[in-house]
């Protein structure tokens, strides 16, 4: 399997700053026949189940922020928050879908300072 | 827009099955090229990919489940189905379940998941 090792576990932002959360594959989740990253980013929030924010690495889903941004290729990935607001506290999540089976990273608390 | 909805028991036994289905309303489960899946998560852990459908009734599973897990489709009722046997307390958590896209890719709807217990 795919281990997905995100950082940090936590962080706490303030408002209207940027937030970064780092995720690593242990191994290319870059696909060569389409140069397609298969990594997708999810934002949880307390009693709800996942919402999709990011797929193909740095594509926004429909109805995202634009705030929301991702990047990286390969093993190194990158969910970029460009303005926290409030309704941004979460845990975001990770996930490669490269090989069978999908796995996600532990996940990431983001929390207001 | 297509939204999922699982429902079964709250509560088994150890060693016992647990079953668990996903309705899908608001669209046709054999439309385009999307592909069903459940998921669960622990209380207060992250995410673990139990397995997937195609319309066509081809299966994927995680080698880590895959000896107790079996995925059917039932496309005239629009409903997937999971049955996870011999269960521990470990198999307690928040099954969810949800559609992917483009043939092995995102998530991209989920249900809003049903708490299951194991528990005698």
């Known amino acids: 399997d795919i281990v997905m090792t995100q950082s940090p576990d936590s962080l706490a932002v303030s408002l209207g700053e940027g937030a970064t959360i780092n995720c690593k594959s242990s191994?290319?989740?870059?696909?060569?026949?389409?140069?397609?990253?298969?990594l997708a980013w999810y934002q949880q929030k307390p009693g709800q189940p996942p919402n999709l924010l990011i797929y193909w690495a740095s594509t926004r889903e429909s109805g995202v922020p634009d705030r929301f941004s991702g990047s990286g290729s390969g093993t190194d990935f990158t969910l970029t928050i460009s303005s926290l607001q409030p309704e941004d506290v979460a845990v975001y999540y990770c996930q490669q879908y490269y090989s069978t089976p999908p796995t996600f990273g532990q996940g990431t608390k983001l929390e207001i300072k | 827009q297509v939204q999922l909805q699982e429902s079964g028991p709250g509560l088994v036994k150890p060693s016992q099955t647990l079953s668990l289905t996903c309705t899908v309303s608001g669209g046709s489960i054999s439309s385009g090229s999307n592909y069903w899946s459940w998921i669960r998560q622990p209380a207060g852990k992250g995410l673990e990919w139990i397995g997937r459908i195609y319309t066509s009734g081809n299966t994927n599973y995680n080698p880590s489940l895959k000896s107790r897990v079996t995925i059917s489709i039932d496309t005239s009722k629009n409903q997937f189905s999971l049955k996870l046997t011999s269960v521990t307390a470990a198999d307690t958590a928040v099954y969810y379940c949800?559609?992917?896209?483009?043939?092995?890719?995102?998530?991209?709807?989920w249900g809003q998941g049903t708490l299951v217990a194991v528990s005698s």
């Open positions: 191994q290319s989740v870059l696909f060569s026949s389409n140069s397609k990253n298969y």
């Open positions: 949800a559609r992917g896209r483009d043939q092995v890719a995102q998530l991209d709807q």
